[in-house]
T-cell receptor, first 114, second 115 residues
Framework: DTGVSQDPRHKITKRGQNVTFRCDPI?????LYWYRQTLGQGPEFLTY????????KSRLLSDRFSAERPKGSFSTLEIQRTEQGDSAMYLC????????????FGPGTRLTVL | QQQVKQSPQSLIVQKGGISIINCAYE??????FPWYQQFPGKGPALLIA?????SEKKEGRFTISFNKSAKQFSLHIMDSQPGDSATYFC??????????????FGQGTTLQVKP
């Protein structure tokens, strides 16, 4: 499968714990995005990487959230001291800088904070 | 200014009918308008997209109509099938305002196609 992959698909954690999600973009895609989607809503932008550089962060991304893309390939999103309000689907998307910026999404990681 | 408003929230169509979903935006800097289809538990899948230099784009049973002056665009699904039952999202982005190309999504429309 050459699409965007995310791991894990589901994560259940207790309030206050740290969690980390991984995204593997489509090979050669230099743009990588993280979005968050809550039930019944459209995805909301969290952060953007071009290669290894994190170029934009949404104000939704509190200081408990951190994202990295160390070698310009896969990316990780870490949430520290999780809160029940963090429960959501975390989506990763990738695209090429060239062209139409068609963003292709992964299957998402469903986070449930108890 | 960043908002994209989508309607209706839900839609029920008979098999073979036409499904129409509408979106409106305020930011005139938006220059890319995709539609995504999402099934429960899955990530959004890109269906079709348009840029403001054309008024219509068709791919198979899916057509985007774009009205730049009204700042509206719509998705038409012809010959709707039960397999089209899903949630549909419109989105918009601006390369001019944000070189990141981040997408601003509408609230979604849940489509049910009855056999």
């Amino acid at each position: 499968d050459t699409g965007v992959s995310q791991d894990p698909r589901h994560k259940i954690t207790k309030r206050g714990q740290n969690v980390t999600f991984r995204c593997d973009p489509i090979s050669e895609h230099n743009r990588l995005y993280w979005y968050r989607q809550t039930l019944g809503q459209g995805p909301e932008f969290l952060t953007y990487f071009q290669n290894e550089a994190q170029l934009e962060k949404s104000r939704l991304l509190s200081d408990r959230f951190s994202a990295e893309r160390p070698k310009g390939s896969f990316s990780t999103l870490e949430i520290q001291r999780t809160e029940q309000g963090d429960s959501a689907m975390y989506l990763c998307a990738s695209s090429l800088v060239r062209g139409q910026n068609e963003q292709f999404f992964g299957p998402g990681t469903r986070l449930t904070v108890l | 200014q960043q908002q994209v408003k989508q309607s209706p929230q839900s839609l029920i169509v008979q098999k073979g009918g036409i499904s129409i979903i509408n979106c409106a935006y305020e930011n005139t800097a938006f220059d890319y308008f995709p539609w995504y289809q999402q099934f429960p538990g899955k990530g959004p899948a890109l269906l079709i997209a348009i840029r403001p230099d054309v008024s219509e784009k068709k791919e198979g049973r899916f057509t985007i109509s774009f009205n730049k002056s009204a700042k509206q665009f719509s998705l038409h699904i012809m010959d709707s099938q039960p397999g089209d039952s899903a949630t549909y999202f419109c989105a918009a982005s601006s390369v001019m305002e944000s070189n990141t190309g981040k997408l601003i999504f509408g609230q979604g429309t849940t489509l049910q196609v009855k056999p």
